[in-house]
């Protein structure tokens, strides 16, 4: 389907049927825990929508947006890999996985990252910017160039990830020092 609008249509009702998805807007939709297995997304725009915990088996997402959008428990490292490229405006994506993707340069915009899997990802050059990363795993990523300045509540190991050339707050220095339990204070 090529430049279809989709406007507040309940997807667990009749689900959305397989197939390509090209220049497709989707606005108030609700996907809540269908399957979208096998389907593929390009150039589409969602606002609005609930994807929470739909299934993502071998579904191709290549320059796709997401606005405020609530993506709770989604397994994007089940997505197909070829060309895997979206972005990310003020969504709620707890409990996701993108375990071992690829996503370089990626852009998370007021996001709520709790508890997000980052673990293995490729995340060079990428932008977390007024996000809240509270628990999400960070185990040998490349955060390599990635910019963390604005982002919150993040624990990560510089020993177990790659950090070359990162950018952090002086404030949330205390996220990479974790590790050591230790207690930092503000001179006054």
Request: proline fraction near 1%; include cysteine; aromatic fraction near 12%.
């Amino acid at each position: 389907m090529i430049d279809h609008t989709f406007d507040k249509i309940d997807f667990k009702e009749e689900a959305l049927p397989k197939g390509e998805y090209d220049n497709c807007t989707f606005t108030a939709c609700d996907f809540y825990g269908t399957d979208l297995s096998a389907c593929s997304f390009i150039d589409c725009e969602f606002t609005g929508c609930n994807l929470s915990m739909a299934k993502l088996l071998k579904t191709a997402i290549q320059d796709t947006t997401f606005r405020n959008c609530k993506m709770l428990g989604l397994h994007f490292d089940q997505c197909n890999t070829f060309n895997l490229s979206f972005r990310f405006e003020s969504c709620a994506l707890n409990y996701t996985s993108f375990y071992k993707s690829k996503l370089k340069g990626i852009v998370f915009r007021d996001c709520q990252l709790q508890e997000a899997d980052f673990a293995e990802c490729d995340l060079a050059g990428a932008v977390f910017d007024q996000c809240d990363l509270q628990q999400a795993v960070f185990d040998r990523t490349n955060l390599e160039k990635a910019d963390l300045r604005t982002a919150v509540h993040y624990s990560i190991d510089p020993e177990n990830n790659r950090i070359r050339k990162a950018r952090f707050s002086f404030i949330g220095l205390a996220g990479l020092l974790d590790k050591y339990d230790i207690v930092i204070d503000h001179a006054d």
